[in-house]
């Protein structure tokens, strides 16, 4: 099986060298600094907002056709 080393002296997602972050987090085959770490998890919470968003409109259309259709109309 091949070694893999990663660079520890800049990010492999920014390309940043280590002047540029306060801390490195390396794996076999890369290394990621905190502030890739940082909009990554911006990123991924902005997601889970975006659809939570549209679970809820979704949900609240749903629920509008719903109660559409359970009307009885009188004669």
Do not use: P, Y
Request: with cysteine; charged share 30%; glycine share 6%.
């Amino acid at each position: 099986m091949a070694k893999w080393k990663a660079s520890t002296s800049s990010c492999s997602f920014c390309g940043k060298s280590k002047e540029h972050f306060e801390m490195l987090i390396s794996g076999l085959a890369a290394s990621i600094c905190n502030k890739c770490i940082d909009l990554s998890n911006k990123l991924i919470s902005d997601h889970r907002q975006r659809q939570v968003a549209a679970s809820t409109a979704n949900k609240s259309a749903n629920d509008g056709k719903k109660k559409g259709k359970n009307k009885i109309k009188k004669k």
